[in-house]
Nanobody
Framework: QVQLVESGGGLVQAGGSLRLSCAASGRTFSSYGSYAMAWFRQAPGKEREFVAGSTRDGGTTYYADSVKGRFTISKDNALNTIYLQMNSLKPEDTANYYC????????????????WGQGTQVTVSS
């Protein structure tokens, strides 16, 4: 089983920055470098949406159009951790942010990810 724990959420004013972290662990978590990772978010009353993703080696990253140029995903295989640096935050970025993991292949479809963290709340005030 793989466990994912997010941290770093909070309340920030519009235009501010936050960095989310997602630490991975687990008895069967033999190689973090084998896992593609992604961030998703869900706002109240809205469907979950893809935010950013990384291939398993961290060499290629993907972003939703709504966050492109403002958010940066990075993967540290040595620390079994993935980060989401969020700059120029907007009130519409307010949501619960989740990290997710799947073996080998990257995907921007949340249904393809079997492992999820518990989420961390990000609130951006105007």
């Amino acid at each position: 089983q793989v466990q994912l724990v997010e941290s770093g959420g909070g309340l920030v004013q519009a235009g501010g920055s936050l960095r989310l972290s997602c630490a991975a662990s687990g008895r069967t978590f033999s190689s973090y470098g084998s896992y593609a990772m992604a961030w998703f978010r869900q706002a109240p009353g809205k469907e979950r949406e893809f935010v950013a993703g990384s291939t398993r080696d961290g060499g290629t990253t993907y972003y939703a159009d709504s966050v492109k140029g403002r958010f940066t995903i990075s993967k540290d295989n040595a620390l079994n951790t993935i980060y989401l640096q969020m700059n120029s935050l907007k009130p519409e970025d307010t949501a619960n942010y989740y990290c997710a993991a799947r073996l080998r292949l990257y995907s921007d479809n949340g249904s393809d990810y079997p492992y999820w963290g518990q989420g961390t709340q990000v609130t951006v005030s105007s």
